[in-house]
């Protein structure tokens, strides 16, 4: 079955970086798209970035663009977003998940669990 392994969260000072992982198991990892959300508590949640299948086009909300930036790598199925730049209101649970095929304009289907990202002085 589908599994999405959320890593690299943590405590980072503002203006500070990090970069989360996403390792994917249980599906062709090269036909899907993937994307990172976050959603902290009472708000709604933020679709942050995607990563189309196959052509790697990628996508990002006016909140993150030119701060963030994400990739994939086929050879450890693994999705990655680097966070530069990072702010207070930055702070999340970060979560990724498939999309119902290699494009971002469809939906969401699969979830990890998700990884805490607190930015804080």
């Known amino acids: 079955q589908v599994q999405l392994v959320e890593s690299g969260g943590g405590l980072v000072r503002p203006g500070g970086s990090l970069r989360l992982s996403c390792a994917a198991s249980?599906?062709?990892?090269?036909?899907?798209?993937i994307g990172w959300f976050r959603q902290g508590p009472g708000k709604e949640r933020e679709g942050v970035s995607c990563?189309?299948?196959?052509?790697?086009?990628?996508y990002y909300s006016d909140s993150v663009k030119g701060r963030f930036t994400i990739s994939r790598n086929s050879a450890k199925n693994t999705v990655y977003l680097q966070m530069n730049s990072l702010k207070p209101q930055d702070t999340d649970v970060y979560y990724c998940?498939?999309?119902?095929?290699?494009?971002?304009?469809?939906?969401?289907?699969?979830w990890g669990q998700g990884t805490q990202v607190t930015v804080s002085s």
């Open positions: 249980g599906f062709t990892f090269d036909d899907y798209a």
């Open positions: 990563i189309e299948g196959g052509v790697d086009h990628t």
């Open positions: 998940a498939t999309y119902l095929s290699w494009s971002c304009s469809t939906s969401p289907e699969h």
